[in-house]
Every structure is written in C-alpha cells, then in structure tokens.
Nanobody, 111 residues
C-alpha cells in the first residue's frame, strides 16, 4: 500500500488549497478513505472520510462547510478541497486507508 499526498503549502487566511492523495497497491475503489491532520503536541484529528463509492462523506465539526472530500476511483485519487482556511487549520495533513498512512503534506495558514 502506498499513499502519496501533495498540494500543501503556505496560504493566507481565507484562502484555499486542494490536497490530493494518489493510492496504489490495493483496490482503491473498495475502500473508504480518510484525511487526518496533526499538530505537534495535539491529538490527531480525523478531518473527513469518504465511502468507497464516494456517496457517503463525514466531516469534523471544525471543518464542516469549509472542506470537501471527494474521490476519483478511475485515478485512484482522493482529494480534500479546503476553503476559507484559518490559522488553526495549520497542520500536517495525512491521507489514510485504515492503518495505512501517507507521508503527509504540510499546510500552513498565515498572513
């Protein structure tokens, strides 16, 4: 199993970023996928999860209405569209399938 995230970076408050995660080594369309984030010294937080077919999603209260998870099973890719970003969204964001994690991508929201 390999999960490779991209799309992180530095953005001003109120801005947007789109994270991508390309998966390989398993039948992507058979698994739910999640995005987590972690700030040093704080507990890991599950940000969003999407069902295997993409029809079911769930979000942390902290990002509801601002973040959107989606997937393209033909491309073995899951996305996280992040809008109206806040400084408290600063974290390393990870794509996960069960106990499998990517290397993470840093998102920094700062003016």
């Amino acid at each position: 199993v390999q999960l490779v995230e991209s799309g992180g970076g530095l953005v001003q408050p109120g801005g947007s970023l789109r994270l991508s995660c390309v998966a390989s080594g398993f039948t992507f369309s058979s698994y739910a996928m999640s995005w987590y984030r972690q700030v040093p010294g704080k507990e890991r937080e599950r940000v969003a999860v999407i069902g295997s077919a993409g029809g079911t999603t769930n979000y942390a209260d902290s990002v509801k209405g601002r973040f959107t998870i989606s997937r393209d099973n033909a491309k073995n890719t899951v996305y996280l569209q992040m809008n109206s970003l806040k400084p408290e969204d600063t974290a390393v964001y990870y794509c996960t399938r069960g106990n499998n994690w990517g290397q993470g991508t840093q998102v920094t929201v700062s003016s």
